[in-house]
């Protein structure tokens, strides 16, 4: 039963999570990421570990990134994407897709 159906939704105290953070990111020719800024100072890339891009959302407002699964000189993991849509780099917490990880596909 709904109390008040007049009231306005909203969410109260809810906060969004996992929102991207704009970031500060030296790429290399090929546009990958080659430092990044962290705590006020560029740390050298280490290590791509993955790459993958996000085309989505094209009938409303479009979204094209390409993420970046990047170890950093200091050991430090970090998701970063570049938007390429509205340009700039962005570091977002995720883990992005992992082997082994999907369905089961054992099933038949």
Do not use: C
């Amino acid at each position: 039963m709904v109390e008040n159906p007049g009231t306005a939704g909203g969410a109260g105290g809810l906060r969004l999570l996992n929102q991207p953070k704009p970031a500060a990111v030296e790429a290399n020719t090929r546009g990958e990421p080659a430092a990044v800024v962290v705590q006020g100072r560029f740390q050298p890339v280490r290590a791509i570990h993955d790459s993958w891009r996000i085309d989505d959302e094209w009938w409303r407002e479009e979204i094209a990134r390409r993420y970046f699964a990047v170890e950093l000189e200091n050991g430090r993991k970090l998701t970063v994407y570049h938007d390429l849509v509205g340009g700039g780099w962005f570091i977002q917490g995720y883990d992005g897709p992992r082997p082994g990880k999907g369905p089961d596909k054992r099933r038949g």
